[in-house]
C-alpha cells in the first residue's frame, strides 16, 4: 500500500508538472491571440465570463485525463526506475575498474621506460664492441701475414700473377705495419721480422727481373719496345721498390737511364751516318746564287757545280714531304736505298730523322711517366738524362751540316717540317721536346734569312753588262725568282710567318729594280717595254700555279703587268696611227676648251687622216700583230695585247668620229669616206689570232 501511495502522489506530481507544462505552453499562444480573442469577443458579443469558466472546465477535464494515464503506466515508470539504480550500481563498478586500470597503466609506463634506458645503454654497448672489433679486425688483418702471401713471395715467379697479387698485399700490410707503429701498436713487433724478410725476397726477386729486361736492350738488333712493354706489365714492381727500397729504386733507374741513353746515342749516330749517304749527290753551294751567271767560270780545283742551277730554285715535288700523308711516313731505311739507287733532298732525309726521334721521344716520355710514376719538371729531368745525348748529338749534326748548306729551299722545309712536328708532340700531349724544336728552329731561321740575303745581295750587286746579249726573252735571273718566291710563297701558306713575307719582299724589291736595270739596256722603248712584259708576265704566271691569287707578290705583278702592257699597247699604235691619235687628242682639247672654231683650218689635215687610215689600216693591224706575236713568248699574252690594241684602236676611231660630227667639220666632204664603226669592228674581229 505504502507503494501505491508513493506511486499515487508521483503521479500527482507529475501530472502537476505536465498540467503546469501544458498550462506554460499555452500561455505563449494566449497571450500572443489575447488582443485578438478580446477584439473577437467584442465584436461578436460573447460574454468573457461564461468564456473562461468553460476553459477551466476542460482543463480539468484533461488533468484528470493525464491523472489516469499516469496511474496506468506505474509499474513502467517503476521498473525504469529499478532499471536507473541498476545501471547506477553497474556503472560505479565500473569506474572502479578504470581507476584500477589506471593505475596499473601507470606502473607499465614506469617500467616501459626503464626497459628503453636499459635497451639503449645495450645498444651503445654493442655499438662500441662491434667499433671495437672493426678496429681490431682491420688491425688483426694488417698484421696477420697469411701463408698463401709467404709461398707466393718465396718460390712464385715474379712473372706470374699470384705474386704480383701477393706482392701489392705484402705493400699494403708493410704500410699497415708502419702507421700502426707510428701509433705505437706493440703487436707489430711480432710481424714486423717476418715482413722485412720477404720485403727483402720481393725487393731482390724484383731487381733480379728488373735488371735481366734492362740488360735485354743492349743485345745486338733488339727491338728494345719489347722490353719496355714488359716492364709497363709489371710497373707496380717499381711502385714497389720506391715504397719499400728506394736505394734499390734508384738503382734500377740510374741503371735504366744509363743504358737507354747509350743505346738512343747509338742508334741515332749510325742512323744519321747511314742516312746522309743517301742524299743527293749534287748540292748548292755558296756560288748557286740567284744573280749568279749560268756562264761564270770557276777555277781549276773547284767542284763541278750542278748540271742546272734553276733547279735550286724549283720546288718541284719537294713540297709534298710536309703533306700529312708523306709527313708521318715511315721513316727512310738507308740500307734499302742504296740497293736500289734511291737518293733523297736533306729535306727528305730530315723528316725522317726527326720523325724517327719525334716518335721514340714520344713513346720513351709517356713511358717514364707511367713506369717512374714522375710528371711534371721531374718527368722532363728523367728523360732529358734519357734522351739529352742524343738531343745534343742531333744538334750538333744539324749545325754542322748548315754551316755548309746554301738551299734555301731545304732549309725552309725543315723549318716548316719542325712547326708540324711540334704539333704533333703537342698533340700528344709530350712537353718535354719543346725547348729542342725551339734550339733546332734558332738553327734554321738564321740560316735560312742568311741564304736569303745572299741571293737578295746577288741579285743586289748582278751587272747587267756582264749577262752577254740581249734578249727580250724572259731572263733567267727573273725565271728563278719566280721559282724560288712561288716555292716559298705555297709552303708558308700552309702556316704563314711574317718573318719570310718581310725577306721575300725585299727579294721582290731587288728582283724589279733588276729588271729595270736591264730593260734600260735596250735602245728603243719598244724593246724595253718588251722585256719587261714578258718577265712580268712569266713571274706572275709562276706565281699563280702555287700562290693564291690575293697573294701581294701576284697583286704587285700584275699591277706592272697592267701599267707596262698599256703603254706598249700605246707604243705599238703610236707608228702607224701616231697621226690620228695627236689629232684626237688635239680636237677634244680644244673642244672642252670652247675653241672648237679653231677646227675648221684642220680641214686638209683632217681628209689626209681619213684616207690615211682607209688605205692603210688593214695593212698596219696584220703588221701589228704580227710583230706582238713576234716578241713575246707566251702567245696567251701576246693574243690578250693584241686584243687590247684593237679595242683601243676602235676606241680611238669612234673618238675622231665624234670630233668629225662637230658642226665646223660635219660639212667635209671626206666624211663620206669614213669607214663604219661596225664594219671596222668586223674587220678587226678578223685579225685577232686564237689560241
Not at 711534371?376 to 744539324?398: I, S, Y
Not at 663604219?676 to 674581229?685: R, S, T
Amino acid at each position: 500500500m505504502a507503494a501505491a501511495a508513493t506511486m499515487a502522489a508521483a503521479a500527482r506530481e507529475l501530472v502537476l508538472r505536465a498540467g503546469a507544462s501544458d498550462m506554460e505552453e499555452e500561455e505563449g499562444p494566449l497571450a500572443n491571440l489575447e488582443d485578438e480573442l478580446v477584439k473577437e469577443a467584442l465584436k461578436t458579443g460573447v460574454d468573457l465570463r461564461h468564456y473562461s469558466k468553460q476553459v477551466e472546465l476542460e482543463l480539468q477535464q484533461i488533468e484528470q485525463k493525464s491523472i489516469r494515464d499516469y496511474i496506468q503506466e506505474s509499474e513502467n515508470i517503476a521498473s525504469l526506475h529499478n532499471q536507473i539504480t541498476a545501471c547506477d550500481a553497474v556503472l560505479e563498478r565500473m569506474e572502479q575498474m578504470l581507476g584500477a586500470f589506471q593505475s596499473d597503466l601507470s606502473s607499465i609506463s614506469s617500467e616501459i621506460r626503464t626497459l628503453q634506458e636499459q635497451s639503449g645503454a645495450m645498444n651503445i654497448r654493442l655499438r662500441n664492441r662491434q667499433a671495437v672489433r672493426g678496429k681490431l679486425g682491420e688491425l688483426v688483418d694488417g698484421l696477420v701475414v697469411p701463408s698463401a702471401l709467404v709461398t707466393a713471395i718465396l718460390e712464385a715467379p715474379v712473372t706470374e700473377p699470384r705474386f704480383l697479387e701477393q706482392l701489392q698485399e705484402l705493400d699494403a700490410k708493410a704500410a699497415a705495419v708502419r702507421e700502426q707503429e707510428a701509433r705505437g701498436t706493440a703487436a707489430c713487433a711480432d710481424v714486423r721480422g717476418v715482413l722485412d724478410r720477404l720485403r727483402v725476397k720481393a725487393v731482390t726477386k724484383i731487381r733480379e727481373f728488373i735488371l735481366q729486361k734492362i740488360y735485354s736492350f743492349r743485345k745486338p738488333m733488339t727491338n728494345y719496345q719489347i722490353p719496355q712493354t714488359a716492364l709497363l706489365k709489371y710497373r707496380f714492381f717499381y711502385q714497389f721498390l720506391l715504397g719499400n727500397e728506394r736505394a734499390t729504386a734508384k738503382e734500377m733507374r740510374d741503371e735504366y737511364v744509363e743504358t737507354l741513353s747509350k743505346i738512343y746515342v747509338s742508334y741515332y749516330r749510325s742512323y744519321l751516318g747511314r742516312l746522309m749517304k743517301v742524299q743527293y749527290e749534287e748540292v748548292a753551294e755558296k756560288d748557286d746564287l740567284m744573280g749568279v751567271e749560268d756562264t761564270a767560270k770557276k777555277g781549276f780545283f773547284s767542284k763541278p757545280s750542278l748540271r742546272s742551277r734553276n733547279t735550286i730554285f724549283t720546288l718541284g715535288t719537294r713540297g709534298s714531304v710536309i703533306s700529312p700523308t708523306e709527313l708521318e711516313a715511315p721513316i727512310l731505311v738507308p740500307h734499302t736505298a742504296q740497293r736500289g739507287d734511291q737518293r733523297y733532298p736533306f729535306e727528305a732525309l730530315f723528316r725522317s730523322q726527326h720523325y724517327a726521334l719525334l716518335d721514340n721521344s714520344c713513346r720513351e716520355y709517356l713511358f717514364i711517366c707511367e713506369f717512374f710514376v714522375v710528371s711534371g719538371p721531374a718527368a722532363h729531368d728523367l728523360f732529358h738524362a734519357v734522351m739529352g745525348r742524343t738531343l745534343t748529338m742531333t744538334l750538333k749534326h744539324l749545325e754542322s751540316y748548315l754551316a755548309d748548306c746554301y738551299d734555301a729551299i731545304a732549309v725552309f722545309l725543315c723549318i716548316h717540317i719542325v712547326l708540324r712536328f711540334r704539333n704533333i708532340a703537342a698533340k700528344r700531349d709530350v712537353p718535354a721536346l719543346d725547348r729542342y724544336w725551339e734550339q733546332v728552329l734558332a738553327l734554321l731561321w738564321p740560316r735560312f734569312e742568311l741564304i736569303l740575303e745572299m741571293n737578295v745581295q746577288s741579285v743586289r750587286s748582278t751587272d747587267p753588262q756582264r749577262l752577254g746579249g740581249l734578249d727580250t726573252r724572259p731572263h733567267y735571273i727573273t725565271r728563278r725568282y719566280a721559282e724560288f718566291s712561288s716555292a716559298l710563297v705555297s709552303i708558308n701558306q700552309t702556316i704563314p710567318n711574317e718573318r719570310t713575307m718581310q725577306l721575300l719582299g725585299q727579294l721582290q724589291v731587288e728582283v724589279e729594280n733588276f729588271v729595270l736595270r736591264v730593260a734600260a739596256e735596250f735602245s728603243s722603248r719598244k724593246e724595253q717595254l718588251v722585256f719587261l712584259i714578258n718577265n712580268y708576265d712569266m713571274m706572275l704566271g709562276v706565281l699563280m700555279e702555287r700562290a693564291a691569287d690575293d697573294s701581294k707578290e701576284v697583286e704587285s705583278f700584275q699591277q706592272l703587268l697592267n701599267a707596262r702592257t698599256q703603254e706598249f699597247i700605246e707604243e705599238l699604235l703610236s707608228p702607224p696611227f701616231g697621226g690620228l691619235v695627236a689629232f684626237v687628242k688635239e680636237a677634244e682639247s680644244l673642244i672642252e676648251r670652247g675653241q672648237a672654231e679653231r677646227l675648221r683650218g684642220e680641214e686638209a689635215r683632217v681628209t689626209q687622216l681619213i684616207r690615211g687610215f682607209g688605205s692603210s689600216w688593214k695593212s698596219s693591224v696584220e703588221s701589228l700583230s704580227q710583230d706582238v706575236m713576234r716578241s713575246f713568248t707566251n702567245f696567251r699574252n701576246g693574243t690578250s695585247i693584241i686584243q687590247g690594241a684593237l679595242t683601243q684602236l676602235i676606241q680611238l676611231y669612234h673618238r675622231f668620229h665624234r670630233v668629225l660630227s662637230q658642226p665646223q667639220l660635219r660639212a667635209l666632204p671626206a666624211r663620206a669616206e669614213l669607214i663604219n664603226i661596225h664594219h671596222l669592228m668586223v674587220e678587226l674581229k678578223k685579225h685577232k689570232p686564237n689560241f
